[in-house]
């Protein structure tokens, strides 16, 4: 690990603009980054693709063999070829480079070997150059696919902060995701609406309230006044302390008698990740969703938005 790390410190202290212009020119690309590698560099290219597309960037895997049996056609005139092999000189990666210029791709080379074709015939060279690869052999591709791996890291991390790449953006490549549930999911898309939505006009009484509690399942009740506007909400908690009052005759109180007359609200279209944050902070379970005119317009409970994977 210490022998890996260190070929990538080194690297680290003197690569520089060379990666910064790869960068520059895939942000201005107005095609895709065709990424093309064999062997152990392709399955690291595999992933240099991956990372790139999931930061915004249209980027596909080319396999350097598979090239020549018509993977070629997918190749524009517009893309960016961006060619990794350690040794530079591999006969497929190098039987490549007429092909890319004929077509008229511009090629960024990630080699160790800055004499080799691939590094005299491409636009943007990166160093990609280790002393030892970690094997007892110093043969087996070691620290050179991590360097591989680690410069199209950084050359994807610039891209994006040059696009100005935010949560957000991230987010709509992985709506399937942790995170794209977390920042694409808003409470409209969890909260009980409709006939699900537990709703008890001012002037009931508590036991009247309760069976609607009871039928929605949400524990609890949107109290509104005459307009339908939100005046309070009545949940079981407040029924206990209600109970440890006045006793049975509990039952018989009117309902704005025994509500929360402030309950927390949350704007039908703000993130769910919001609500997951109100409840947290307030040690409640539920939460209205009012419209702009504080009419309840649904209600979520955490344990919905435990199974949205928002909480």
Do not use: W
Request: glycine share 10%; hydrophobic share 45%; charged share 25%.
């Amino acid at each position: 690990m210490r022998t890996e790390a260190n070929e990538i410190l080194h690297s680290a202290e003197n690569l520089g603009f060379e990666v910064v212009n790869a960068a520059r020119e895939i942000f201005a690309c107005k095609g895709r980054v065709v990424v093309v590698g064999l062997g152990k560099s392709g399955h690291v290219g595999r992933k240099i693709s991956a990372t790139l597309a999931s930061l915004g960037t249209p980027s596909f895997f080319l396999h350097a063999a598979e090239a020549f049996h018509g993977d070629l056609g997918m190749v524009r005139r517009e893309d960016i070829g961006l060619l990794i092999s350690n040794s530079g000189a591999s006969s497929e990666i190098v039987a490549l480079l007429p092909h890319f210029r004929r077509i008229g791709a511009k090629m960024i080379a990630v080699t160790g070997n800055l004499s080799s074709p691939l590094a005299q015939h491409s636009d943007i060279i990166i160093n990609a150059h280790v002393d030892c690869e970690g094997d007892p052999l110093q043969l087996a591709p070691m620290s050179s696919t991590t360097l591989e791996l680690v410069i199209g890291d950084s050359i994807a991390a610039l891209v994006a902060m040059l696009r100005g790449l935010k949560r957000e953006d991230f987010a709509l490549f992985h709506p399937g995701g942790a995170l794209g549930r977390k920042l694409l999911t808003r409470v409209s898309d969890v909260m009980g609406t409709g006939e699900r939505l537990p709703i008890v006009k001012k002037g009931v009484s508590v036991r009247d309230a309760l069976f609607v509690i009871t039928g929605k399942g949400y524990g609890a009740t949107c109290v509104i006044d005459d307009d339908e506007k939100l005046i309070g909400i009545f949940t079981d908690g407040d029924l206990r302390r209600l109970i440890e009052r006045s006793g049975f005759e509990a039952f018989n109180t009117k309902i704005e008698e025994a509500m929360t007359k402030t309950p927390r609200t949350i704007s039908p279209n703000e993130l769910a990740a919001k609500a997951v944050n109100i409840m947290e902070k307030n040690e409640i379970s539920v939460l209205i969703a009012v419209d702009e005119n504080h009419k309840p317009a649904g209600i979520v409970h955490i344990h919905e938005l435990l199974r949205a994977g928002i909480a």
